[in-house]
């Protein structure tokens, strides 16, 4: 999903940002390139295919479930907010937490929810869900069901991976502030080889869905961040680190998206890429953290990259749908334009519907400006409205779903 997770008090790493800019455009590279009925693509003066590198896209993903449980932990460390956990205070800090996180995901997911429900009941975008799958959606639990994983926006099956981790960090947290990292690290990738092992010998299965699949991703991205943090290496062997980790991952990305891009598929070999991905990624984010003088570090922090980063998590929401309706709309009135110039006009579309996102939705709720009013800035009220926003979708859904079963809207 992707990550949503941001530094934005102490700790702040702009090139953080930049490498979330990375990972939805490259999953959004992924969905271009489907759109336009898998066109070749061969770089011009090397003669380069780099087909297998766009179709690895999907690995955004990845990457954005690696950052989040690097930035939280990041965060966490470097400001010591949930530091003071004790048995007194665990439960007020766990909620403090997650108040923080409703407050980051859910406005631009409900928007998102508020647009493509009514377009999927005017018969515009997709068919219109069950009650029971809105249900699920508003929880974001609906991996619970296979039907329901992608039913509404094909990005959203990644979105319970990243609440459901959310929902316990206050617990994975506590060995890395009791210093026992390499246990917490044993036990999550120990989860996830048994539940991908156990895949393969049953066949594929709902499991892939659901959050022991990953969770190695999540807590390798945390043991990064207690890395990055306790300064471990010099200044020297985290700048050689940040470019050996980049080029392992574009090359092994190239090399796999060239025989196997499927790579998920239960077998021993997942295993293998999955520890590949985890290292290749966990390596560049100490890198990028720990040596801010290389030129890989001062692009991933440039403002271009940084304000792609920022409005990333309404780019990965909004850039399906957003792809497809334009596209279709293309279609429907016969604009007969060259392939490059469509392609201009969908990534100006999925920007421009992506930063109206941020700004009128993401921002105000996570990290509302001092020219707002002050009673808004309480994160109490604005906490109170996402709550009253979960339960007006979901009666508006139960409404038009007698509605249908009664046969008033065909």
């Known amino acids: 999903?992707?990550?949503?997770?941001?530094?934005?008090?102490?700790?702040?790493?702009?090139?953080?940002?930049?490498?979330?800019?990375?990972?939805?455009?490259?999953?959004?590279?992924?969905?271009?390139?489907?759109?336009?009925?898998?066109?070749?693509?061969?770089?011009?003066?090397?003669?380069?295919?780099?087909?297998?590198?766009?179709?690895?896209?999907?690995?955004?993903v990845d990457i954005f479930f690696i950052l989040s449980g690097f930035v939280l932990t990041w965060q966490v460390l470097n400001e010591r907010r949930l530091a003071t956990f004790s048995r007194a205070s665990f439960w007020h800090d766990a909620g403090l937490f997650l108040r923080r996180r409703v407050l980051r995901v859910y406005p631009a997911y409900l928007a998102c929810l508020s647009v493509l429900l009514p377009f999927a009941w005017l018969g515009i975008y997709r068919t219109p869900p069950a009650l029971a799958d809105v249900s699920l959606h508003l929880a974001m639990f609906h991996n619970l069901d296979m039907r329901y994983v992608d039913s509404i926006n094909g990005v959203f099956w990644s979105m319970p991976f990243e609440w459901q981790f959310y929902l316990i960090f206050p617990l994975l947290i506590l060995p890395i502030l009791q210093r026992k990292t390499r246990w917490l690290l044993l036990g999550a990738v120990g989860v996830a080889v048994i539940v991908k092992l156990v895949s393969a010998w049953n066949g594929p299965g709902p499991e892939r869905a659901q959050l022991p699949w990953r969770i190695d991703e999540f807590v390798v991205g945390m043991a990064a961040a207690a890395i990055a943090v306790r300064s471990i290496g010099s200044a020297a062997m985290r700048s050689r680190m940040t470019w050996f980790a980049a080029v392992a991952l574009i090359g092994g990305a190239w090399?796999?998206?060239?025989?196997?891009?499927?790579?998920?598929?239960?077998?021993?070999?997942?295993?293998?890429?999955?520890?590949?991905?985890?290292?290749?990624?966990?390596?560049?984010?100490?890198?990028?953290?720990?040596?801010?003088?290389?030129?890989?570090?001062?692009?991933?922090?440039?403002?271009?990259?940084?304000?792609?980063?920022?409005?990333?998590?309404?780019?990965?929401?909004?850039?399906?749908?957003?792809?497809e309706l334009t596209h279709r709309a293309l279609l429907v009135h016969d604009i007969a334009l060259p392939r490059l110039a469509i392609v201009g006009i969908l990534i100006a579309a999925i920007l421009g519907v992506s930063a109206l996102s941020y700004y009128a939705v993401e921002r105000p709720f996570h990290s509302p400006t001092a020219t707002l009013n002050g009673r808004w800035r309480n994160p109490g009220l604005r906490a109170m409205v996402v709550g009253t926003w979960i339960v007006a979708i979901f009666i508006i859904a139960a409404t038009m779903t007698v509605l249908t079963s009664s046969g008033a809207i065909r």
């Open 255 to 323: 090399i796999i998206g060239s025989h196997d891009p499927l790579w998920w598929q239960p077998g021993a070999m997942p295993i293998l890429r999955g520890a590949w991905i985890d290292i290749g990624v966990a390596s560049l984010l100490i890198g990028v953290c720990g040596s801010s003088a290389t030129a890989l570090s001062r692009l991933l922090a440039s403002r271009v990259m940084v304000w792609l980063g920022t409005i990333s998590y309404s780019v990965y929401l909004w850039h399906v749908p957003t792809l």
């Open 1 to 60: 999903m992707p990550s949503v997770a941001t530094v934005d008090r102490q700790g702040h790493v702009d090139a953080l940002t930049g490498v979330r800019a990375i990972a939805a455009g490259w999953v959004v590279a992924y969905h271009l390139w489907l759109n336009a009925g898998h066109p070749p693509l061969v770089l011009p003066l090397v003669h380069l295919d780099v087909v297998p590198l766009v179709t690895m896209g999907w690995l955004g």
